[in-house]
């Protein structure tokens, strides 16, 4: 890919990730890590479904005998919320002061953590720190505490990038905070923690994985923005070298374990690649950034109305995190095609290897992803939960209004295009 900046192309890009502790029983290692701190009060951030399976409170128990009090707080909101987000950080400040935070959960409870650990060291109030133009987007003045994330879902990547999203309630709009001391210190994974997911979430998290890799890799290369100064850097700077890596080896070990994983969840192998897969994926898309199927699922999650997957619990309206990204991602690599053909065509390969090549190269990623969708169970399109051709101008709004993902477009975006991808969204196959 050439600069489209000639005068002034960016030269640089950076790399940053947590530390990082992988494997079965990883997590019964969390009170020593902590104590390498120095760290005294701990607060175990979590939702109270992942409570009930008790890992919360065991990864609390452990720390006593390193001389660490931790308390276990499982207020998390699942999909957070600017209010969720403030209760969550009232309760912190009151308690507190905390030396150190442990989010055990999915997303939901990381990102939980992440408000937490910002707004009990920094001044102000949850909204200051919000992206422009929902928020102030404020950069944090004082340093954070030690984080340990603990994945309890595969998927989100949470635990290696520097955001945290939220809905925000008055606005009616997703939105997050970035910055890179958001990022976890440490990052444990253990994938016994994951077995227990039912097909339907090992289905969606893994579209999520897949769409992390394949939107990092299809990014715009990391030379063709404008240069920046060092105070400007941002934690996503496009495709790269790096991020490469790890989006494609991301790629083939999904191509071998997904759906093994979503078949037979007993499949300690399958599981373990997917684990791996995930954490490659997120060290791959939280360097380089996401693009069009992200800032879609923000308003396809956000406005949905009646829909209810299978295998997730309750029964109010949700379209998961995963599920709402993969809707519009064929069509979406449909349309970034042009920009850099090669990768289109290098993922397909490595996500289905010894496929047939279309005799038309652009639907070979398309065609793969539908096919795997299909074979998983995922929704046939943004019709099957319930969107028609009259919801499409809000849903365009919505996916505008995330220009900080869509900047990582390898292809300028407008409105119009948009909503050509919804509209061939509707109905995928
Ligand atoms: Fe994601």
Request: one cysteine or more.
């Amino acid at each position: 890919m050439t600069s489209t900046v000639p005068g002034n192309p960016e030269s640089v890009f950076t790399y940053g990730a947590p530390q990082l502790k992988f494997g079965n029983g990883a997590s019964d290692e969390i009170g020593f890590d902590l104590s390498r701190y120095g760290v005294r009060r701990v607060l175990v951030v979590t939702d109270p479904g992942v409570a009930a399976t008790g890992h919360p409170q065991r990864v609390a128990d452990q720390m006593a005998q390193f001389g660490i009090e931790a308390r276990v707080f499982d207020g998390v909101h699942v999909e957070p919320t600017d209010v969720s987000l403030v209760d969550a950080i009232d309760e912190a400040r009151s308690s507190g002061p905390w030396d150190a935070f442990v989010a055990v959960g999915g997303g939901s409870s990381i990102d939980t953590a992440k408000a937490i650990n910002l707004l009990t060291t920094n001044p102000g109030e949850l909204m200051d720190y919000v992206n422009v133009p929902v928020g102030k987007g404020q950069a944090p003045s004082q340093p954070l505490k030690p984080l340990v994330a603990v994945p309890t879902t595969t998927g989100t990547g949470s635990e290696s990038t520097t955001i945290c999203v939220m809905d925000v309630i008055a606005q009616r709009v997703k939105s997050g905070i970035s910055h890179a001391w958001l990022r976890p210190t440490l990052a444990v994974i253990d994938p016994d923690l994951t077995l227990s997911q039912p097909p339907g979430v090992t289905a969606a998290s893994g579209m999520d994985i897949l769409c992390h890799a394949l939107e990092s890799y299809t990014a715009r290369w990391y030379t063709t923005y404008d240069r920046k100064s060092p105070d400007q850097r941002v934690p996503y700077c496009g495709s790269n070298p790096i991020s490469d890596m790890w989006s494609e080896k991301a790629m083939s070990l999904l191509a071998g374990s997904f759906r093994k994983a979503v078949r037979d969840g007993d499949d300690a192998q399958a599981r373990f690649d997917m684990a791996i897969a995930a954490t490659f994926a997120g060290m791959g898309f939280g360097n380089a950034g996401v693009h069009i199927p992200h800032a879609n699922a923000y308003p396809i999650a956000g406005q949905v109305k009646d829909f209810h997957p299978e295998d997730y619990p309750g029964d109010e309206a949700m379209v998961p995190h995963g599920m709402s990204v993969a809707l519009t991602a064929p069509e979406a690599f449909r349309f970034t095609f042009e920009a850099s053909p090669e990768r289109h065509v290098r993922a397909a390969e490595l996500l289905a290897p010894g496929a047939d090549r279309p005799a038309d190269a652009a639907e070979f990623l398309p065609t793969v992803l539908a096919d795997l969708m299909r074979d998983i169970d995922i929704p046939n399109g943004v019709g099957a939960v319930g969107f028609g051709e009259g919801d499409i101008p809000d849903l365009v709004d919505g996916a505008m209004k995330q220009q900080r993902l869509l900047a990582t477009c390898p292809r300028a975006v407008t409105e119009d295009d948009l909503a050509g991808i919804f509209r061939r969204s509707i109905s995928l196959w």
